[in-house]
């Protein structure tokens, strides 16, 4: 059962990446919605603080004597059923009402100030014609436009437009959310601490950027983020308040109930086709593409994938950093056709994650590799 929270920053968060930090002069950027770690990380904490005395053992490897959440936490070395489903940013009304929002996928493009949408279309290129794409793939996501323009940035589907979306049909100029009206940045300036004295050390003043999420004035809307987690049995709170980011600023816990998108099965059982668009980072045995499991069959026509980031963070129980790992960044598209197999074994596959028969149970329950079936209908 996947257990669904709006998490909603009381004051600023400092969401920093991966970037070294700690320098005179430094400027630590914040992202935003962070990755989905982050969320774990917050979330694990805050179920282990149940056992607040038992926080050292725990540490150093030993299993929590309350035996439900042993099996949901497990120990640091082996995680338990805890898993991070989903991370995507929404909105919460004064009457309890949360909207969830999807930045756009790579396969979407904004123009004209968010009044034309286009979207990319997988085809062959012309004979003569060149790319640098993997030989195996058949296709390529090209734009069709009558005009040369650059696309704009900061654009958020809402609900609507996810349906919209999920089941291939075209996506309106009202489905999208302008990012800036929902959350900002903003710098600030801090000085280095000694350890030892907790004095002002010289000569180390840096900067960081904090998300600054647009708060609740005279009924409007909140900001926060909608959060996804399965293997928590009873033991999340409904309500209340959790250590999030950087500082370990508040932010408030609510119950929230599941959404729900409309199924694209039936156009993949008519058609053999779906796309898959991941909603946190990938991190992949065959490097940007993802392995379907056995069983299911289907080629790997055509892929938008942005640019590699990198993944890293820090294990706070054995104080070292994490391996760093080359991810496929969230968004990113891929188009299958001449699927073969149980489709609703498919959607089972993408629900728990893009894993295979052996996955990285630590980055399993920090909630990379999720992804949602989407349908690609014969033109």
């Not at 123009?111 to 979207?119: A, L, P, S």
């Not at 437009?161 to 089941?167: D, S």
Request: net charge neutral; hydrophobic share 40%.
């Amino acid at each position: 059962m996947t257990a669904w929270r709006f998490v909603q920053p009381v004051d600023t968060l400092s969401l920093r990446g991966n970037k070294l930090f700690g320098a005179a002069g430094d400027y630590g950027e914040s992202g935003f919605p962070p990755k989905p770690s982050v969320l774990a990380g917050a979330l694990r904490s805050l179920l282990l603080a149940q056992a607040a005395d038992e926080m050292e053992s725990f540490a150093a490897g030993q299993r929590l004597q309350d035996e439900a959440l042993d099996r949901i936490l497990g120990i640091p070395a082996e995680p338990g059923a805890f898993a991070l489903r989903g991370v995507l940013p929404a909105t919460r009304g004064s009457d309890g009402k949360v909207s969830v929002l999807l930045p756009l996928p790579a396969d979407l493009l904004a123009f004209d100030e968010g009044q034309t949408v286009r979207m990319l279309k997988p085809q062959p290129l012309p004979e003569g014609v060149l790319a640098s794409t993997p030989e195996d793939l058949s296709r390529v996501a090209i734009l069709r436009q009558p005009e040369a323009a650059k696309p704009e940035g900061g654009w958020l589907i809402n609900e609507a437009g996810i349906a919209a979306y999920l089941t291939g049909q075209p996506i309106q100029p009202q489905h999208l959310v302008r990012q800036s009206g929902l959350w900002g940045r903003e710098a600030r300036v801090g000085i280095a601490l000694s350890r030892t004295t907790r004095t002002a050390e010289d000569g180390k003043l840096f900067t960081v950027e904090h998300t600054v999420p647009r708060q609740p004035e005279h009924g409007g809307l909140a900001v926060g983020l909608a959060v996804a987690v399965e293997g928590v049995e009873d033991r999340l709170p409904s309500n209340g308040f959790v250590r999030l980011g950087g500082d370990g600023r508040s932010a408030a816990l609510f119950a929230m109930p599941a959404p729900t998108w409309p199924s694209p099965l039936d156009t993949i059982r008519q058609t053999g086709r779906f796309k898959l668009v991941l909603t946190t980072p990938g991190l992949f045995a065959a490097g940007w593409r993802p392995t379907l499991p056995e069983g299911l069959t289907a080629k790997l026509v055509c892929a938008a994938v942005p640019r590699f980031e990198v993944v890293s963070g820090w294990d706070l129980a054995a104080w070292t950093p994490k391996d760093a790992a080359r991810a496929v960044p969230t968004g990113a598209v891929y188009w299958f056709e001449g699927f073969k197999g149980d489709p609703g074994k498919l959607a089972e596959w993408v629900a728990g994650g893009l894993w295979g028969e052996n996955p990285d149970r630590q980055r399993r329950a920090e909630g990379f590799n999720n992804a949602w079936l989407a349908a690609w209908p014969q033109p």
